[in-house]
């Protein structure tokens, strides 16, 4: 066979040498799963995993012509105790779905002997010559295991052969950001200078170019909680980088020497899931707060209302004020018959917020799965998308036909020209990599200010509906299946539910609801929102009974499963992801 490789070949004998120092965990039956967050579970059984995916990316290099192949070495908003690592492809996007396959086969050999084999049938299969060249960028964040992780993926690359540079600690959309910079690097397509000190030049000189209006200025300094994570020394760097007079940020949680505190009643996944501010939180009424999540690469806004009345401005929020003005640069600079802006959003945004991109925006609004990886790709098909999750996850991707209408388009007034130059100095602002907390940070703050908006006027916009998420507990999560093609809106099988919920969200006004199967754990979300509250209630309460009554299956309490899951999951150290962030809403601080 053309592509046959010899078990005796020197890369294949020192892969089979090097990983005896990383054996695999004993998980029993249970495998490891690569997923939209790659791998992500209890530090201590990530080194074996960590040492396949390098060897996977090697073998990704390769296959992508010697393109440079990232790997992050982060487990986000997870507790300290957690890590999880992942691949980035050349364009600085997540690793192609198809290749996830792969990382799963590979991180599950059982034995030295069973990953030599499975790395050289992954060769075989994947049609990849070994003399190609290879290249790997890796980072990692703050939590103290990651040095250990590093170890085993140095090991990994050198085994295999693959050239590599070490980043040290940096946040996923840097990562993200030195990936592209570095592929394009030479191009007519260059994204930036090839360095963490060129990501901050980047975006400094971006924003900078954006607050070329004399009355564009901060209404006050905005706070940022960084989680005690990778994002507060990232965002102290960035910071020397741009004037005082134009941009002020006080930092807090940042002590990312005590490992501990990493996401711990801090950070965007607490204050959207708790609905609450951080610990730390020494706000006035009506100043402007914002959280990053332990990789920086979600970002919330949030402020209290005289009374201690919490209010949060999420990832919905966050992309309607982005499309209201993106949209408006458009129309003003003469771009409005050129270019299109288009919205990406899951079942899980608020339906207020998808009206109000429709009737009060008229931009069309296009549903996806749930998972950043079908956001991306769909928002990749607009000449601008604009998406977000509701957890703050999100950017804005302008494409290669709306950039070259920028560059080519002449405009006939000042009014023209300054909307043209704003527009152009967005797109360089906003890291179309991936979504980024400090971009999308500094984007809100350029928006706020040439709207010369405070929290109030951004909330006014639009009232979000009541809503609520809830969680069942099921033996088998893979025989609910959505709908193709409904963006995980409807139920194609139980057959029986879709229809008996039909009949009951017909009774409550701007009733919606949805059930899917979690992607983490066996159990199904179902999602609710009416015009009141009370309706919500009841309205989930009768949807559950009909779940239980016609799949056979039991609620349980939120945070746990059967007492002996909990108790093999902990064991286990298994996708220990957090249950899907709960929607908007609004409750008093403590």
């Given at each position: 066979m053309l592509f046959e490789q010899d078990i005796m070949e020197p890369e294949f004998e020192a892969v089979l040498e090097a990983c005896k120092q990383f054996p695999r965990a004993d998980t029993g039956k249970k495998d490891y799963g690569y997923g939209t967050a790659g791998f992500r579970m209890r530090a201590d059984l990530l080194p074996s995993v960590v040492f396949t995916v390098g060897l996977l990316a090697s073998l990704r290099s390769r296959k992508c012509n010697g393109n440079v192949i990232g790997i992050m070495i982060t487990a986000s908003h997870n507790p300290a105790e957690d890590n999880g690592v992942k691949i980035v492809d050349p364009e600085g996007e997540m690793m192609s779905e198809e290749w996830e396959w792969y990382a799963t086969w590979l991180a599950n050999a059982r034995d030295p002997e069973g990953l030599r084999n499975s790395y050289m049938q992954c060769m075989n299969q994947l049609r990849i010559l070994r003399e190609s060249p290879r290249k790997v960028i890796f980072a990692r964040d703050t939590r103290p295991s990651g040095e250990a992780l590093v170890k085993a993926l140095k090991a990994a690359l050198e085994a295999s052969g693959t050239e590599y540079i070490d980043y040290g600690i940096a946040t996923t959309p840097q990562l993200h950001y030195l990936v592209r910079a570095t592929n394009t690097l030479g191009s007519d397509r260059e994204y930036g200078e090839v360095s963490i000190e060129g990501y901050y030049k980047k975006l400094a000189a971006a924003f900078m170019n954006t607050m070329h209006i004399e009355y564009a200025n901060q209404a006050g300094p905005v706070y940022v909680d960084c989680a005690n994570g990778v994002g507060a020394p990232q965002l102290k760097e960035l910071l020397k980088h741009l004037p005082e007079d134009k941009f002020k940020a006080i930092i807090v949680n940042d002590k990312i020497d005590q490992p501990d505190r990493l996401n711990n009643r801090c950070g965007a996944d607490w204050v959207k899931t708790q609905q609450r501010v951080p610990e730390d939180f020494t706000g006035k009424a009506w100043d402007r707060w914002t959280s990053l999540d332990g990789d920086a690469d979600r970002i919330v806004y949030y402020f209290c209302e005289e009374g201690s009345v919490f209010r949060l401005l999420d990832g919905d929020r966050i992309a309607t004020l982005a499309a209201d003005y993106i949209g408006e640069l458009v129309t003003k600079s003469g771009l409005g018959e050129q270019i299109?802006?288009?919205?990406?959003?899951?079942?899980?945004?608020?339906?207020?917020?998808?009206?109000?991109?429709?009737?009060?925006?008229?931009?069309?609004?296009?549903?996806?799965?749930?998972?950043?990886?079908?956001?991306?790709?769909?928002?990749?098909?607009?000449?601008?998308?604009?998406?977000?999750?509701?957890?703050?996850?999100?950017?804005?991707?302008?494409?290669?036909?709306?950039?070259?209408?920028?560059?080519?388009?002449?405009?006939?007034?000042?009014?023209?020209?300054?909307?043209?130059?704003?527009?152009?100095?967005?797109?360089?602002?906003?890291?179309?990599?991936?979504?980024?907390?400090?971009?999308?940070?500094?984007?809100?703050?350029?928006?706020?200010?040439?709207?010369?908006?405070?929290?109030?006027?951004?909330?006014?916009?639009?009232?979000?509906?009541?809503?609520?998420?809830?969680?069942?507990?099921?033996?088998?999560?893979?025989?609910?299946?959505?709908?193709?093609?409904?963006?995980?809106?409807?139920?194609?099988?139980?057959?029986?539910?879709?229809?008996?919920?039909?009949?009951?969200?017909?009774?409550?006004?701007?009733?919606?609801?949805?059930?899917?199967?979690?992607?983490?754990?066996?159990?199904?979300?179902?999602?609710?929102?009416?015009?009141?509250?009370?309706?919500v209630e009841d309205m989930l309460g009768h949807v559950t009974e009909v779940v239980i009554n016609i799949s056979g299956m039991f609620i349980e309490p939120w945070v746990y499963k059967r007492a002996d899951d909990k108790k093999e999951e902990l064991a286990m150290g298994l996708r220990r992801d957090p249950p899907d962030p709960l929607p908007g809403g609004e409750q008093r601080t403590r």
């Open positions: 299109k802006l288009g919205v990406v959003q899951t079942a899980y945004a608020n339906g207020a917020s998808t009206k109000y991109i429709e009737k009060t925006l008229k931009l069309k609004v296009e549903f996806t799965p749930t998972g950043v990886k079908h956001l991306h790709h769909a928002a990749a098909r607009q000449d601008i998308g604009v998406y977000f999750e509701a957890n703050g996850h999100g950017t804005v991707l302008f494409s290669e036909r709306a950039q070259k209408a920028m560059r080519k388009h002449q405009p006939q007034s000042t009014a023209q020209l300054n909307a043209l130059t704003t527009l152009r100095a967005l797109s360089n602002l906003i890291n179309q990599t991936v979504g980024d907390a400090l971009s999308d940070l500094l984007l809100v703050e350029v928006i706020l200010s040439h709207k010369q908006w405070t929290v109030k006027e951004w909330l006014s916009t639009y009232s979000d509906l009541p809503n609520k998420l809830l969680k069942v507990n099921v033996m088998d999560r893979n025989k609910f299946i959505t709908v193709p093609g409904s963006a995980e809106r409807r139920l194609e099988r139980p057959p029986a539910i879709q229809p008996r919920m039909d009949e009951i969200i017909a009774k409550y006004r701007e009733g919606r609801c949805f059930v899917r199967a979690s992607g983490t754990e066996d159990a199904v979300r179902i999602y609710g929102e009416a015009a009141e509250a009370y309706d």
